[in-house]
Every structure is written in structure tokens, then in C-alpha cells.
């Protein structure tokens, strides 16, 4: 059993120092015109470096480009698509924080983008770097449909469907060896799992050898974990923050492949405690006993809720318990 640290997905995209707060800078005056796209990108590679950099440094594995030259889940790649404005903002779940939300004005075209992202990030990582995508439901359920050519919610995941799709099949050519596709929507509308079931069968049809993982947050999953189960992907990725009882349900229900374990709170600033460990070595031992070779332990969400000095000493708790788990590493 091989256990790899993880980041989960975004970074936070300022600091404590004045250096490390020149991406908020440079987004301000950009949107003065004091500042070029060019001169932003420049700025948000550089600063991205940056945290790739702490990442790897913290211990982990896996990296991220931590994201953080985007506004928000949802804008950064629905505003790249033809047929898309972008409206008001809109609170994201029950963080402090607010996606701006897409409006979707005519038939969706086009690309989101990320492939060039990636990578660039793979150039200046000293690790393998995972890229992140938004999920079809999760984008269509925060959109605003301004057009008769989707009916509904379905229609228009499905539309998105073939454009997350035309992306992994880029990152497979690009080199990605797996991306995560981000649908904590799911959690709070379980009754489309097999709505999301069939966009990721759409999503994940072209994708070759490119391994993709599903992850949900931001509620329990533990009554749906049997369907995510079934679900069309090679990894599933799990915050264990909102379900006590998930753990048990993983070691009586087992996994035919890979898991990727928010174990460590990615909202809370308190570092966790030993007992993660102890959840990694059941898990383990589970996934052991049906021939999975790989567990992924990562935090729960996104790192961006936490102030950056406290990101980084997240990471570093992890990778603290995953060297004292005892059922990996042989």
C-alpha cells in the first residue's frame, strides 16, 4: 500500500507579508486598468510558483497549481466558454466566500482552458502536479439559464459534460496522470447522482490513461458512498469532516480502487490530531484486503479558508501523520 500526500485543490492567494500579498495587488489594479492581463498573469505565475513550491516543501507528493489565479470555482472556467456573461455574486456553500455566477446566454462552445495551465505548473514543480476541474452539475447548478437551448439543470450538465470531457482529453495529451473533477453539489442534491453518473460517463469517455478522481465535499456522503462507488472514475476523493460515520461505512463496503481521504480539516486552523492516523490505518487495511494499492490522504476541501501560514502548517501536520500510519509502506 503506497500513501501519497496530497493538496486537495486552491491555495490561499494571499499572505502575510506584504510580498506575499502582491497577487491581490495586482488583481485590484488590473481591474483599474493600471495593470495588463499580461502583467496579472506574470504576477499570478509567479506567485503560483510560489506555492507550489510550499507545497512541496510542507511534504506533500501531489501538488497543485493552488489555483490561485482564480476568482472562483465557478467564474474562473464558465466566464472561458462561448455563450457565457457572468452576473452577480453569489455565496459559495456556507464559506465566507463568493463565486460569481455564470449566465448561460446561448449554446456553449469553446474551451475552459486549463490545459495550458497545467501545464506551465508541470515546468516549474519539483513534483507531479494535479490538475483540478470544476464538475458539469456542479457548474450547471450555480449557473443562471438565460436561454431556451437547456431546459434544465440536465440538459445544460450534459452540454458541460462534453466540454470537461474535450479538457481531460487535453490534459491526457498534455501528461496529466490524473486530474480531480470537483462536484460538492452532488452531496447536497443526492437524488442526481445518476444524473452525474451519466455526465461523467460523457466527461471521462475520451480520456485514455488519465486517471480521474471525484471528489465531493462539504457534506455527509456516507449514504451515498455505495453509488459513488459506481460512479465512472478511477479515484474518489472523500471529506470525512461532516460524516462520523463514513469511516465504517468505507471498511464494511470496501473499495475496488483508490481513495483519497480529507482527512485533515481543510477549514478548521486547529491542527488535527493523532487519531487521523488511526482513520488512514482502517481505511488502508480495507482498501488492503480488495488489492488497492494506493491511498491518497489530503485535506477535506480547498486550502483557501485558512490564512497561508496556516496552510502550510496543515500541510506539514499531514504529512506528519501519514509517516507515523502503520498499514502503509510495505
Same mark, same amino acid.
Given at each position: 500500500m503506497r500513501l501519497i500526500c496530497a493538496n486537495h485543490s486552491a491555495y490561499p492567494r494571499v499572505g502575510e507579508t506584504p510580498e506575499s500579498q502582491r497577487l491581490r495587488r495586482a488583481y485590484a489594479r488590473r481591474e483599474t486598468g493600471d495593470v495588463s492581463t499580461e502583467g496579472y498573469v506574470e504576477t499570478a505565475r509567479d506567485y503560483a510558483?510560489?506555492?507550489i513550491a510550499e507545497q512541496a516543501e510542507a511534504?506533500?507528493? #501531489?501538488?497543485?497549481?493552488?489555483?490561485?489565479?482564480?476568482?472562483d470555482l465557478i467564474s474562473h472556467p464558465a466566464s472561458r466558454l462561448d455563450g457565457v456573461g457572468i452576473n452577480g455574486l453569489l455565496r459559495f456553500f456556507d464559506t465566507n466566500t463568493y463565486i460569481r455566477q455564470p449566465e448561460i446566454l446561448g449554446p456553449l462552445s469553446g474551451r475552459?482552458?486549463?490545459?495550458?495551465?497545467?501545464?506551465?505548473?508541470?515546468?516549474?514543480?519539483?513534483?507531479?502536479?494535479?490538475?483540478?476541474?470544476?464538475?458539469?452539475?456542479t457548474l450547471a447548478r450555480y449557473s443562471i439559464v438565460r436561454t431556451d437551448h437547456y431546459s434544465d439543470v440536465a440538459a445544460l450538465t450534459m452540454a458541460l459534460a462534453e466540454l470537461v470531457g474535450d479538457e481531460l482529453h487535453e490534459l491526457g495529451r498534455a501528461g496529466a496522470t490524473l486530474a480531480q473533477i470537483d462536484e460538492p453539489e452532488l452531496l447536497r442534491h443526492p437524488e442526481d447522482a445518476a444524473l452525474v453518473n451519466k455526465a461523467l460517463q460523457v466527461a471521462t469517455d475520451r480520456k485514455g490513461p488519465l486517471r480521474v478522481s471525484l471528489a465531493t465535499y462539504f457534506g455527509d456522503a456516507t449514504d451515498l458512498y455505495r453509488t459513488l462507488l459506481d460512479m465512472p472514475v478511477d479515484?474518489?476523493?472523500?471529506?470525512?469532516?461532516?460524516?462520523?460515520g463514513l469511516v465504517a461505512e468505507i471498511e464494511r463496503q470496501g473499495s475496488d480502487r483508490p481513495l483519497a481521504l480529507g482527512a485533515v480539516d481543510g477549514r478548521n486552523t486547529a491542527l488535527d490530531?493523532?487519531?487521523?492516523?488511526?482513520?488512514?490505518?482502517?481505511?488502508?487495511?480495507?482498501?488492503?484486503?480488495?488489492?488497492?494499492?494506493? #491511498?491518497? #490522504?489530503?485535506?477535506?476541501?480547498?486550502?483557501?479558508?485558512?490564512?497561508?501560514?496556516?496552510?502550510?502548517?496543515?500541510?506539514?501536520?499531514?504529512?506528519?501523520?501519514?509517516?507515523?500510519?502503520?498499514?502503509?509502506?510495505?
Open positions: 510558483a510560489e506555492v511534504g506533500c507528493d #501531489l501538488v497543485t497549481d493552488g489555483q490561485v489565479h482564480w476568482y475552459f482552458d486549463l490545459t495550458a495551465d497545467y501545464t506551465w505548473a508541470t515546468t516549474v514543480s519539483s513534483r507531479p502536479v494535479k490538475p483540478v476541474l470544476t464538475g458539469p452539475y479515484m474518489l476523493a472523500l471529506d470525512l469532516q461532516y460524516g462520523p490530531g493523532t487519531s487521523v492516523a488511526g482513520i488512514v490505518d482502517r481505511v488502508a487495511e480495507a482498501l488492503d484486503s480488495r488489492g488497492v494499492e494506493e #491511498l491518497h #490522504l489530503q485535506p477535506s476541501c480547498s486550502l483557501e479558508y485558512l490564512p497561508r501560514d496556516r496552510a502550510r502548517r496543515k500541510l506539514v501536520r499531514m504529512r506528519e501523520i501519514a509517516e507515523s500510519v502503520t498499514k502503509v509502506g510495505a
